[in-house]
């Protein structure tokens, strides 16, 4: 598992030689600098990273005088690529994130930049330009949480093509509007969107089925922390699912919320569990619970 570095090293020190007798540059670094070929020196100086006397020298016929002190600067790595927000996993097949809430997943007509596809694009081809990534799932612009791309099209045609067996849990925390009378339970139904893009649970049994589980794990008086599990992954199916309960999440509007005490979408993908593509090994993603969720449900009350 390769984890992103925050860390930093700290900086080389310049390596310093004084000289003893008189002489020229190029010659003197040779014999002082052990294991460097003449290419080697002209390239440092070539780079500007060879000072006499605290002064930048470039021409390797420079000539230097007994107690003069030649320094070359260390040459400075290549920053790693890095990213806004946590890499939670990544190897050659897949790169697995936290997204933060308020970014979208991909891109849409209004917005092609800001998106978690492009900016996971950008930081794959600083490693190589070849590099690139395939759309797996997605994650409401307002939901935060475990995302996951694929890197190779063969590792995206198989979760394509077999979901169903390779992703074996899909959990969420959600923050709701009320408490439901059941500590735990199930909502079942089928789902259709009208054409503004508005998802609801139809009345007769037509549209897409959608299976949500939920349990109570804390409450207040006017809100619940619910520990979500989904069968299926339709679109808006929490939301939908929690306005069917009677306990919509937490600052959406969209689907019945009245108010934001978070000001932000109660929802946030912890876990994501599945079988690795290509090596059948089984992994588990999680992201931490955002503060504003902790905020909400003190540690001492249940």
């Known amino acids: 598992m390769k984890k992103q570095n925050h860390g930093a090293k700290k900086p080389s020190r310049p390596l310093s030689f004084v000289a003893e007798h008189k002489d020229t540059l190029l010659p003197f670094l040779l014999e002082q600098v052990k294991g ?103 994650l409401d612009k307002d939901t935060s949480g475990v995302l996951m791309f694929a890197k190779t099209e063969e590792s995206k045609h198989s979760f394509q093509d077999n979901w169903e067996q390779i992703v074996k849990l899909r959990r969420y925390l959600a923050v709701v509007e009320g408490v439901p009378e059941k500590p735990s339970g199930t909502v079942r139904s089928f789902l259709l969107e009208t054409s503004t893009h508005l998802v609801y649970s139809s009345s007769d049994g037509s549209g897409k089925e959608a299976i949500t589980h939920y349990q109570i794990l804390k409450s207040s008086e006017e809100y619940a922390l619910l520990d979500v599990k989904i069968d299926t992954g339709r679109k808006n199916q929490i939301r939908v699912h929690m306005k069917d309960l009677g306990h919509p999440v937490a600052g959406d509007k969209k689907y019945g919320g009245s108010g934001s005490p978070m000001r932000r979408l109660g929802l946030h993908a912890i876990e994501l569990k599945l079988i690795h593509p290509v090596t059948g090994q089984e992994l588990c993603f999680t992201a931490k619970p955002p503060k504003e969720f902790k905020r909400m449900f003190p540690a001492q009350q249940k």
């Open 36 to 138: 460097k070929s003449r290419n080697n020196i002209k390239n440092l100086l070539s780079k500007r990273l060879v000072q006499v006397d605290g002064k930048t020298v470039t021409q390797f016929d420079h000539p230097l005088r007994p107690g003069q002190t030649v320094s070359i600067a260390p040459i400075r790595a290549k920053a790693e690529p890095s990213l806004p927000f946590d890499l939670l996993y990544e190897d050659d097949e897949i790169i697995v994130i936290d997204k933060p809430a308020g970014l979208l997943s991909i891109a849409t007509e209004k917005e092609k930049n800001l998106t978690a596809y492009h900016m996971v694009t950008d930081y794959v081809k600083e490693k190589n330009k070849q590099n690139r990534i395939f759309i797996i799932h997605r």
